[in-house]
């Protein structure tokens, strides 16, 4: 662990990557989430790479699937700690499939033919 390594990252690093790699013969990445919004910094690699591995599969542009995740990303965490304080209330969702996802939240114009 480098010294500029994060408290948090570090305690948990050390915490689950023995293990993983022992147990499950895995490696081990810490996705660690600031509480202003924030992400470690392997956290922000391992997206940026999921990123990037989407925009190459599906043709879309790198920052509308950046943006994408980043904004799922955060309305997932804002959504568990609203679980966490008050509960569950009403129906549960249903999970999105990315198969049908739009990155580009801008739909193309089409030309009118009259």
Do not use: W
């Amino acid at each position: 662990l480098s010294p500029t390594t994060p408290p948090y990252q570090s305690r948990k690093l050390v915490k689950y990557e023995e293990r993983v790699r022992e147990c499950e013969k895995g490696t081990f990445t810490p996705l660690v989430f600031l509480t202003t919004g924030g992400m470690g910094p392997k956290c922000t690699k391992t997206v940026k790479r999921i990123a990037d591995l989407i925009s190459t599969r599906r043709n879309e542009q790198y920052s509308h699937v950046m943006n994408f995740l980043r904004t799922r990303l955060r309305f997932s965490l804002l959504k568990s700690v609203l679980i966490a304080v008050r509960g569950v209330r009403g129906k549960v969702s249903r999970e999105l499939s990315l198969g049908h996802v739009a990155f580009n939240m801008i739909p193309s114009v089409q030309p009118y033919d009259a």
